[in-house]
């Protein structure tokens, strides 16, 4: 069973009653509930709190704590879903959902500030003696492909070393310095790829990519490959790519001939992390236009078939008039061929009753009966046949 709470209503319900009880309904474990628990920062109530709250004494409600940076405010819980995707509503749920666009507490002007000065000073290191953990592999990996061309007559160009040159290096040594503070930070830094590119950060539930090559290279949200420069600048630049355009970027930094992007490395990881929180916002309006579309799209939908239905039962009103006066027609006539019938039956016997009629008289009689009931048959009035309209529209 999958549930879907805000922040605040999660945090309401984990104060309410014990996680054991309240994870049963959920179809989860204490552990699962308290993992999503740590997950969107709501704190839980600590050890023995219940205990004491049986017996009355006086306990401590922790308060919830504001949304971190790009943190979702709509948590899913249950079920077997790995990723957070926002629930799709019927078309009942929608026509009366009441849609707005999304407010926030804090303007991102005064979220910078704050940012800011959290983030504090930010150091590239001079070496890559002590390289973070992710650097370290890269570090290897390079160390064994020099290892491996050194005892081989020939070696290929992909088996040479990737982080030899000295730009190649300082690039690792501005990765590295960026990973940490991130890091320190709380964001999580993915592993990047054999090149060392490929990199991106995830910020509570955003993931940021971030892109730190050569200025003369194309700056792209994802670069899996290392596609090779025909005239490197020697200029580091550091970006953060708009995945919604080719070769486009949020924020861009570039050495220039008076600063170095290292001496910017502050400003690179507080706009990483507020990155995330504008990429957020922008998933809750985009989110909330969507709906909104929908909402006008169905409200519009609805609208055409009503018209239509109301346009086909007028049309089916009007037949239905057309065949009752066809059929009052058919009946008229009908009445009219069954009194030809008889008045020509009376005319026979008439005549049959004069001297000079040869045909027997039983005979005369017998004709005569059969055709009246013809008569009879297809006379509307007798049959009742001309109320049959009128029965079916009270039905």
Known sequence: MTRRFTRKELYDLVWSEPMKTLATKFELSDVGLAKACRRYNIPRPPRGYWAKLRVGKT?????????????????????????????????????????????????????????????????????????????????????????????????????????????EKRRLRVINGLYSALERLGAKPHAPNKYGRGLSVRVNNQLISLWVDDAARKVKADVWQHDPILNPSGHLKIALPDWRADGGARKVWEDTKDCKVENLAADIVAEVLLDAEIQYREACEDHITRLSERKTEVIERRRLEKEEAERSERARLEQLEQDRIDSLLADATALQQADTIRRYVKEVEKRAAGDANTVPHALIKQWAAWALAQADRIDPIISDKYLEFMTTERE
Request: hydrophobic share 40%; proline share 8%.
């Open 59 to 167: 306990v401590e409600l922790l308060p919830l704590p504001a949304r971190g940076l790009g943190m979702l405010d709509d948590i899913e819980i249950g079920g077997d879903r790995g990723y957070y995707s926002r629930p799709l509503l019927s078309e009942e749920e929608i026509l009366v959902a009441e849609i707005s666009p999304p407010v926030f507490e804090r303007g991102i002007d005064e979220l910078e500030q704050e940012v800011r000065s959290q983030v504090g000073r930010v150091s590239i290191p001079r070496s890559l003696q002590k390289p973070h953990r992710f650097i370290r592999r890269l570090l290897d990996a390079d160390e064994a492909r020099a290892a491996k061309i050194a005892n081989e007559r020939f070696a290929f160009s992909w088996d040479q070393p990737k982080f030899e040159a000295p730009f």
